[in-house]
């Protein structure tokens, strides 16, 4: 299994994903190779696999993902955003490698818009990318994307939106149970909608993986950029610590 992340611009830095490699060691049980792709390598771990971005492409934010299906992969492949916490075991996350499939998140936390017709803003759905696990020929998916890109990133929020209502046919998800939102939710029954409060209010150590979607970055008062608020990390620093 080839696991990777993306690190682009300066909402992550090398720790995230130093954290998010350790924790990988600890829950993912097979062999896997995991992999960076970054324009900045600066501090991350020697074991990890550094691969540069296409800067060609000029994208920004959450649409680097979407290289990731530029090339047909030989190799079952997992990519993990930097903004989840592993909790217990994924090796059998690599269940939900599909020939010519990509296998995401779906959002049981989201009820309120299951079956609800696309509309601006964001075109709201059910489906997130913090996790995708796929294989094969996936090259449309890119190739789609780019020859739309300036459309299609003025339209959509992000690339959710744009794999739910463009790629359905290619689209399969994770089971109930695997994965809960810490900012929005666990399932049908506890969750609450996006905008009511900024305030993460959602554990549960049983789940395999805690993604924070979304959660809010604070300004560095010394340097004046943005960071993660690892303040909503408080509570699970068990899950990389040695």
Not at 67 to 78: G, V
Request: proline residues 3%.
């Amino acid at each position: 299994m080839e696991i990777i992340c993306l690190k682009w611009g300066d909402k992550f830095n090398h720790e995230h994903v130093n954290r998010l490699y350790k924790m990988v060691q600890k829950n993912y049980k097979d062999d896997f190779n995991f992999i960076c792709y970054t324009e900045n390598k600066s501090q991350i771990n020697n074991d990890i696999e550094i691969r540069p971005l296409n800067l060609d492409h000029d994208l920004e934010n959450w649409w680097w993902k979407l290289t990731l299906f530029e090339n047909i992969t030989e190799k079952p492949s997992m990519f993990l955003d930097l903004d989840i916490v592993i909790q217990n075991d994924i090796t059998h996350f690599k269940n939900y490698c599909h020939n010519d499939k990509i296998c995401a998140i779906k959002a049981w936390w989201k009820p309120h818009v299951r079956d609800a017709k696309p509309t601006p803003p964001g075109y709201n759905m059910d489906l997130n990318s913090s996790i995708l696990i796929w294989k094969g020929d996936l090259t449309n998916v890119w190739k789609e994307f780019y020859d739309e890109s300036d459309y299609l990133m003025l339209k959509y929020n992000g690339i959710d939106s744009y794999l739910y209502f463009h790629q359905q046919d290619k689209l399969h998800f994770l089971s109930r149970g695997e994965v809960y939102s810490r900012l929005y939710g666990i399932n049908e029954t506890n969750y609450h909608r996006a905008g009511s409060s900024d305030e993460p209010r959602f554990k549960d150590y049983s789940y395999p993986v805690c993604i924070f979607n979304g959660w809010r970055r604070k300004i560095n008062k010394e340097t004046g950029q943005y960071a993660l608020d690892d303040d909503a990390y408080i509570g699970f620093e068990k899950y990389w610590r040695d």
